[in-house]
Structure formats: C-alpha cells, structure tokens
C-alpha cells in the first residue's frame, strides 16, 4: 500500500485477493486464469516482490552494503599502453543482469512468467536495489538511465520487448535465412519455453494454463496455429525438443505426470526443455493432420486429448542400458551402432535423449515395440562448422499404427546416417497406418 500511494495509483490487483484459489468446483480460478493475460496487458505497473522467497518476505529488504555500480581502477598495462604509464579501466560483472534480477526467486515460478512478459511495465523490489523493466528500458537504481551498452548486450536483458526482428533475430546463432518477421518470433518462443520449462509449479496440471497468456500475445505476433505449446508453421522440426535435465532449478528427475498434453508435445513432461531448432530445409517428414481436443474453449488452454498424423520412414530399434549412466546402445533394423570398442558405452557419443529416465528396456524389445523415425536431414543445419547430422524420434508403438513418443535420438557419424536412411527388406512389415511402397514411407499416428 505504501508503493501503491507513492506511485499515485489508485486501484491495486492481488491476484490472491481477486480469485477464489480454494472452490470445490475451481470455476472462479478457471474462468479468471483463462484471461489473466487482459489483466496484466492493461495494467499501469506490476508491482513485484521479485527477491522475496514466499508470500512472509514482503516488498523490502535490508540491502547489503557493496557498490552497485562498475569500479574504476587505474592499471599499468605495458602491452596496451606504449608509454607504459596508467590507464583507466571498468570492472563490469558479466552476469550483472542474472544475478540483480533473472536468478531471484520470484523468477523460478511459472505463473511470474507471464506477469513479467505481459504488463507494460515491472518494478521489481530486488535484495540490493530497484530493477524496472519494460519493452523500451532495462534499468536499475545502478543504471537510472539504462543499462550501458556493455552489460546490455550480455546475457537475457530486453527480455519484455517481444521485437521479432531484433531481439528474435538476436537469439538466432549464426545467420538467419529466413528474412519473415515471424521466424524470429518463433525464435523468441524457443527463449521463453526454455525460460518457463526452468521454472516450477505448485501444480504441475497448470502448466499450459500458466503459460496460455503468453501464448496469446505470441500468436497474435507470430500468426500462426498454436499447438500445445508449439506453432504449426515449423511443427516438424519443433518436435526434436529434448529433456535438459542439468538445468532444473529442483534438481529432481523429469517426468510425465497424469495425462496433460499428446506425448509429442513438450509439454506432457515435467523438466527443462531445450526446444528443437527451427527450419525448413531437410526435412524427413510430412505432417498430414494435427487434432487437439480442448478442455474448454480456450485453445491455449487445457486439452483432454490429441493426436498427429505423421508420414515418413519407420525402422526397428533395440535399446541397450550401457554402464555410463545416461546411455545406451542402439540396435537399428538388426544392426549394432556402437562408435566405439568399449561395448559399454564409455567414451562413446551419447544418441538418445529419452524424455523420462528408464532403467532397461527389456520388455520393449522382447515386445517389439519400439521405433525411430527420422526428422530431420543431414544437410539441416547449413554453418559451416556443423557437421552434418540426422534425427528423429523414439517412438513406442501402441497398437493400431498408434505410437507414444519417449525421446529423440541424433547422429552426425558419417556411416550410421547411410545406414539409417537406406531401404531395408523387412520395413513394409513394420505396424503403421499406412504404408506406401513406391516411397516406402510409413503412415502413423502419435498420441
């Protein structure tokens, strides 16, 4: 109330005293958290207790002692100096930015996310000072006027500005080819799925609720379909997401809970995902059909349900639990790929990436049951320091030409992309929809 005055704001919104969180029926909560994006788009300023751990800390703090702004030393540097006399330098802490504002508490809530990225304007009451951001200013009580050109070009600053063709284009490695305005803002998509899936929920069912009002403002750039968590434009290659475990903040396991979204969506899994890389070229694969069924009539919201009709080559794959935690030895139509005589997996590349660990898969190949399907090409990634690679899916087939996806695999080793993308007798015989023998391509569902 003290900053609301001080401010000269008249109205204040707390989200626990304008919602109904404890309802039998949840209506209340489901029916505001549906447009929770209005309430933060036309608000004044939020308000954000950004270094407090829970709801007892409060808006302030008793802040250390130590300079907040860069010091000035006066250094005889020889080499840089042919007088060799004294020259004045900047210290600047390179993760100024992350560790004043990104790496606080309140940012490793999932539903902050949205908060952040959608009011016009965020004052944050950080440990040691005041941070403001907004689509035009990162600045700090350190920085009133804006964070030097040095800082701000390092790390995730202008995070709230949402400009494809700058700040998209700035999360793009190499150089883009696509010149479309909307690629870039996929690419900002990638950096907020990566930032959200960092953070944790109370209540893991709310993970694509939390996320809808970003969505939202993301669909409204991007025009483009959204499907559980991706967009239909580069929905091939956005399906080489993978689990990012080192990054979890709980440094718990990932995991699939009840079922919240089609297992080849992201967002079925609890962890922190490294979304696929965007692109057109190369691909494997042609997406026939994309059904979601929604929950209620948000299409950002909850599903009850979905599925992809997916086309392109299906091979038979065995997998072996090696010793190195983590690996394991694949088996393709028949053939072992092991890149190296350690058959245990030591020093070997790692191939697989399952979304949710697994000890053995001794039932799956004595079932039979699983499979790879390539994705994406060789000839994908066009830098010229990339060595060319192939990838796809890890599939579980379910019955009826229905599969369950249950990790990526990749492969940049020149003999086993010849071997994998060559025809074999025995795949016509292989559970699918359809297959057509002149292409020699696989019709198959992914639930």
């Known amino acids: 109330m003290v900053t609301k005055s001080r ?117 944050h009451f950080c440990p040691n000072q005041l941070v403001w951001e907004c689509a035009e200013l990162d600045a700090a009580e350190a920085y009133p006027e804006g964070l030097p050109a040095i800082l701000a070009n390092i790390g995730k600053t202008k995070f709230k500005s949402l400009d494809s063709l700058t700040d998209g284009k700035r999360q793009r490695y190499g150089v883009a080819r696509d010149s479309d305005s909307r690629f870039f803002a996929h690419e900002l998509w990638r950096n907020i799925v990566g930032t959200y899936t960092r953070c944790a929920l109370t209540n893991p069912g709310d993970k694509l609720v939390a996320l809808s009002g970003i969505a939202k403002r993301m669909r409204a750039i991007i025009k483009d379909e959204y499907v559980v968590g991706m967009w239909r434009r580069y929905l091939a290659s956005e399906l080489l997401w993978w689990v990012n475990d080192h990054w979890r903040r709980d440094f718990l396991p990932s995991n699939r809970p009840h079922y919240r979204a089609p297992s080849f969506s992201w967002t079925s899994v609890d962890g922190s995902i490294s979304p696929g890389r965007l692109s057109d070229y190369s691909s494997l694969c042609f997406i026939e059909d994309v059904r979601i069924d929604y929950a209620t009539e948000d299409t950002t919201g909850l599903v009850k349900g979905g599925y992809l009709i997916l086309k392109s080559t299906l091979k038979r794959l065995h997998l072996r639990s090696a010793r190195k935690p983590g690996t394991y030895l694949m088996n393709i139509n028949g053939r072992d790929m092991i890149r190296n005589p350690d058959k245990e997996g030591n020093g070997m590349e790692r191939q697989i990436e399952l979304d949710v660990c697994k000890p053995d898969f001794n039932a799956e190949n004595e079932a039979r049951t699983l499979c790879l399907v390539p994705i994406r090409g060789p000839h994908d990634d066009r830098s010229s320091w990339a060595r060319p690679s192939l990838g796809g899916l890890v599939l579980q087939h379910q019955g009826d030409g229905e599969f369950y996806r249950i990790g990526i695999w990749s492969t940049n080793v020149a003999e086993e992309i010849d071997f994998i993308q060559a025809h074999h007798g025995n795949e016509g015989s292989l559970p699918c929809l359809a297959y057509n023998s002149q292409d020699r391509m696989h019709t198959i569902k992914i639930i």
């Open 7 to 123: 401010l000269s704001i008249r109205y204040l919104w707390i989200d626990t005293f304008c919602i109904f969180q404890d309802k039998d029926d949840m209506s209340d909560w489901a029916r505001e958290a549906a447009q929770m994006n209005l309430v933060y788009e036309n608000a004044y300023c939020n308000l954000s207790a950004t270094g407090a751990v829970d709801s007892t800390d409060g808006f302030f703090f008793n802040r250390r002692h130590y300079p907040l702004q860069d010091m000035e030393l006066d250094l005889v540097c020889p080499r840089a100096s042919r007088d060799a006399g004294f020259t004045r330098y900047a210290i600047s802490d390179a993760h100024y930015w992350d560790n004043e504002l990104n790496q606080l508490p309140l940012h490793y809530r999932g539903w902050v996310l949205q908060e952040r990225l959608l009011a016009p304007r965020v004052l």
